[in-house]
């Protein structure tokens, strides 16, 4: 057995030398790192962008939006309680896809019986890229909605509004009114209530159908 020890250099020993550190950062590097994020960026917003174009600058001749323009306004980041047992629901459920939205109390009277009714309609009417569209209710009260409004909407989220949702929806969340929120989580467009749900659900099918086409976010299923 060897008992001869193996001495360690002392700490701050001049004679050892200095732990190698990394290359600092070049300014030549610092400048390609800020231009990959500005790309990133920029891929992730040019999908939108482009169904931006198509409603707000390229107007073919003779075309008319179903649905009111909004300026775009981002729903806030904060999560929402679910409602009618449903999880909790997160900012990030909105983004990579469009989502209509309807705001509208648990009772559920005949106007948001119809927001709902052509919102499903219009999701339906995408066919292959229905995936690509969720549907949201934002309950506005305490209750939670009755089983038999709820029976025939399936895959409707449920979540508790709350006052920052709804000050996004401007005067438009105090009734049940269809909203189209972008890949984003911006709402962009308004659809109002209309008696003839026939002619509101066809309506609401085109825009949604011309953004998709504009979109490739979410193209072949969610991301």
């Given at each position: 057995?060897?008992?001869?020890?193996?001495?360690?250099?002392?700490?701050?020993?001049?004679?050892?030398?200095?732990?190698?550190?990394?290359?600092?950062p070049?300014?030549?590097?610092?400048?390609?790192?800020?231009?990959?994020?500005?790309?990133?960026?920029?891929?992730?917003?040019?999908?939108?962008?482009?169904s931006?174009?198509?409603?707000?600058?390229w107007?073919?001749?003779?075309?008319?939006?179903?649905?009111?323009?909004?300026?775009?306004?981002?729903?806030?980041?904060?999560?929402?309680?679910?409602?009618?047992?449903?999880?909790?629901?997160r900012h990030?459920?909105?983004?990579?896809?469009?989502?209509l939205?309807v705001?509208?109390p648990?009772?559920?009277?005949?106007?948001?019986a119809?927001?709902?009714?052509?919102?499903?309609q219009?999701?339906?009417?995408?066919?292959?890229?229905?995936?690509?569209?969720g549907?949201?209710?934002?309950?506005?009260?305490?209750?939670?909605?009755?089983?038999?409004?709820?029976?025939?909407?399936?895959?409707?989220?449920?979540?508790?509004?709350?006052?920052?949702?709804?000050?996004?929806?401007?005067?438009?969340?105090?009734?049940?009114?269809?909203?189209?929120?972008?890949?984003?989580?911006?709402?962009?467009?308004?659809?109002?209530?209309?008696?003839?749900?026939t002619?509101?659900?066809?309506?609401?099918?085109?825009?949604?159908?011309?953004?998709?086409?504009?979109?490739?976010?979410?193209?072949?299923g969610?991301e």
């Amino acid at each position: 057995m060897n008992d001869s020890l193996t001495l360690l250099p002392a700490a701050g020993d001049p004679s050892q030398p200095a732990p190698t550190q990394g290359p600092e950062p070049t300014a030549a590097m610092r400048r390609r790192a800020r231009r990959t994020l500005v790309l990133l960026a920029v891929v992730c917003v040019l999908p939108v962008l482009a169904s931006y174009l198509a409603f707000y600058v390229w107007q073919p001749q003779g075309r008319v939006n179903h649905g009111t323009l909004l300026a775009p306004t981002a729903l806030p980041a904060t999560i929402l309680p679910g409602a009618g047992g449903q999880a909790p629901l997160r900012h990030g459920e909105l983004e990579r896809q469009w989502t209509l939205l309807v705001a509208a109390p648990s009772a559920c009277d005949a106007a948001c019986a119809r927001a709902l009714y052509v919102s499903r309609q219009a999701r339906l009417a995408q066919a292959k890229d229905m995936e690509r569209v969720g549907r949201v209710w934002l309950v506005t009260d305490a209750g939670d909605p009755a089983a038999d409004v709820l029976a025939e909407q399936h895959g409707l989220r449920l979540a508790r509004a709350d006052a920052a949702w709804l000050a996004a929806l401007g005067d438009g969340g105090k009734a049940a009114q269809v909203f189209l929120v972008d890949p984003l989580g911006n709402v962009m467009m308004r659809f109002v209530d209309d008696a003839d749900t026939t002619r509101a659900a066809r309506g609401l099918t085109k825009d949604l159908q011309r953004l998709l086409k504009y979109s490739a976010l979410g193209r072949g299923g969610r991301e």
